[in-house]
């Protein structure tokens, strides 16, 4: 999936379906900023991209065309890509998660160059199997032979030259965040038009794996070029790299949706609905048994069969999250308040709900108390 400039953000570089929005396009190049903008032609299968000027693009054909970010921070002179594995477990409430150590990262084959546009390697990292691996430049084969990850050694090399790695993975999760939060409307739409008819307990039943593709300016601003809705996770040997990281990720991806791997799956319907409860000092209170309040939302009197059932598979979910990292709904800091810079007004009740159960359960964790500032940064829930 591209996204398109119906979907205005910092994060993507200006997208346009031909011939769909060859009007639009024609309109917005008129202006200063795009005078010597180059741009990427994709065909509609994201395949064969290749760099042109306006003039050479045929807006007639059914294309995807967009803007072209010259100015990448490069490994060695290389562009490279970092692909971030994003997890859907619901839509109706919305949860999603990443695997936080597990970016998969792309180098081009050849040194970037614009001098020639017919030289593909120079500026597209179409494939693992074009992609320039890190082990070979010199200061990285030492962390090749210490059994550190591509991943790792990217990090490092990023690190090394001055930049601060959390900043440039809090832009990672914010425009991510940002993406699904402005499309949740035509999500939801669509994941209703599936379920039609059914009954509304599954609802609570949705699966998506993909993969999010972003490059890297020179400035450290962060770049969305598409999203993978099938990403690659081959398996080329026993103890090949690749087949090493692809089995991680499908082993954290089966364990959060509570598969028995090994006897140490623990699905949510295994969880009694006590655990769930968080607002006990409300629960006795006169005031609740109305369950008209906001304060009330959580109040085991007021919660439903159907709410408990969602808890539950929302505990489930984070007691068997290993190395997956909720991106919504947003962790907060233990003491926190987590941000809705997001969210709208009128968003429904299960969704209020669930965000507020993360929090409540958040400031439950008393674990954290009694340790120093440093870990009190840490997010649990």
């Keep these: ?109 050849a040194k970037f160059s614009l001098d020639d546009f017919n030289h593909t390697r120079k500026y597209v990292t179409d494939g693992h ?33 001055g930049h601060n790695i959390s ?3 809090a832009q990672i999760y914010d425009a991510i965040r940002s993406v699904l939060y402005s499309g949740r409307d035509i999500m939801l739409q669509e994941y209703r038009k599936m379920y039609h008819g059914f009954k509304p307990t599954v609802s609570c039943n949705f699966f998506e794996f993909t993969r999010w593709d972003f490059i890297l300016g020179s400035n450290m601003q962060v770049y969305l070029l598409e999203v993978n809705a099938s990403p690659e996770l081959n398996f080329q040997g026993l103890r090949h790299p690749r087949t090493v990281r692809s089995e991680h990720v499908l082993f954290n991806v089966l364990h959060i949706l509570g598969a028995d791997i090994g006897g140490r799956g623990a699905h949510g319907n295994r969880l009694r609905s006590s655990n769930v409860l968080v607002s006990k000092a409300l629960c006795y209170k006169p005031m609740c048994e109305s369950c008209s309040l906001e304060e009330c939302l959580l109040c085991g009197h007021c919660l439903t069969t159907d709410h408990v059932t969602r808890l539950k598979d929302s505990l489930g979910e984070h007691l068997n999250r290993l190395q997956l990292r909720r991106l919504h709904p947003k962790p907060m800091t233990h003491g926190g308040v987590t941000s809705k810079e997001y969210w709208k007004e009128d968003i429904p009740k299960h969704e209020r709900l669930n965000q507020a159960w993360f929090e409540e359960k958040c400031k439950q964790d008393t674990y954290i108390g009694v340790h120093n500032e440093t870990l009190a940064n840490i997010n649990y829930y």
Aim: net charge positive; no cysteine; proline share 5%.
């Design 167 to 169: 900043k440039i993975h």
């Design 1 to 109: 999936m591209v996204l398109t400039t119906t979907q205005p953000s910092k994060y993507i570089p200006k997208t346009f379906v031909m011939p769909r929005d060859k009007m639009h396009f024609l309109n917005q190049i008129k202006s200063a900023r795009y005078k010597h903008q180059l741009w990427i032609e994709k065909g509609q299968s994201h395949r064969g991209n290749q760099l042109k000027e306006i003039k050479d693009l045929n807006l007639d054909q059914n294309i995807l065309v967009q803007e072209f970010i010259s100015d990448q921070f490069l490994i060695h002179g290389h562009s490279f890509q970092i692909g971030v594995f994003v997890l859907f477990t619901s839509i109706e409430p919305l949860r999603f998660y990443i695997i936080q150590h597990e970016f998969s990262h792309r180098i081009a084959p």
């Design 129 to 161: 199997k074009q992609s320039k691996q890190p082990h070979t430049f010199p200061e990285m084969k030492r962390h090749y032979e210490a059994g550190y990850t591509k991943g790792q050694m990217i990090t490092s090399y990023i690190s090394d030259a």
